[in-house]
Nanobody, 120 residues
Framework: VQLQASGGGLAQPGGSLRLSCAASGTIFSINAMGWYRQAPGKQRELVATAPSGGSANYADSVKGRFTISRDNAKNTVYLQMNSLESEDTAVYYC???????????????WGQGTQVTVSS
């Protein structure tokens, strides 16, 4: 089982980027999917999560600017990032809470991280 993230890169302040993260392999079910980020010298922090049912949750710092969405048929989670700020510069990691088999318990899986740099 792996999570493959893509879509990072360089954006100007006020610009936009869209991250994608696809889960592949033997998967029985996926509960919550989400995005975290880690800036240099800082701890990893939650950006947004999308439960399998219900409303998404966002960090206060990204509310109104970022939108998380899921395509359950593709086991993929997206993060649309608008009005980017220099403070959004970080490595972004996707996360999924998954059951591999029907009888196994759910556990978190992490993608490899994708760099987002916001700079003029």
């Amino acid at each position: 089982v792996q999570l493959q993230a893509s879509g990072g890169g360089l954006a100007q302040p006020g610009g936009s980027l869209r991250l994608s993260c696809a889960a592949s392999g033997t998967i029985f079910s996926i509960n919550a999917m989400g995005w975290y980020r880690q800036a240099p010298g800082k701890q990893r922090e939650l950006v947004a999560t999308a439960p399998s049912g219900g409303s998404a949750n966002y960090a206060d710092s990204v509310k109104g600017r970022f939108t998380i969405s899921r395509d359950n048929a593709k086991n993929t989670v997206y993060l649309q990032m608008n009005s980017l700020e220099s403070e959004d510069t970080a490595v972004y990691y996707c996360n999924a809470d998954m059951k591999i088999y029907r009888w196994s318990g759910p556990r978190p899986y992490w993608g490899q991280g994708t760099q987002v740099t916001v700079s003029s």
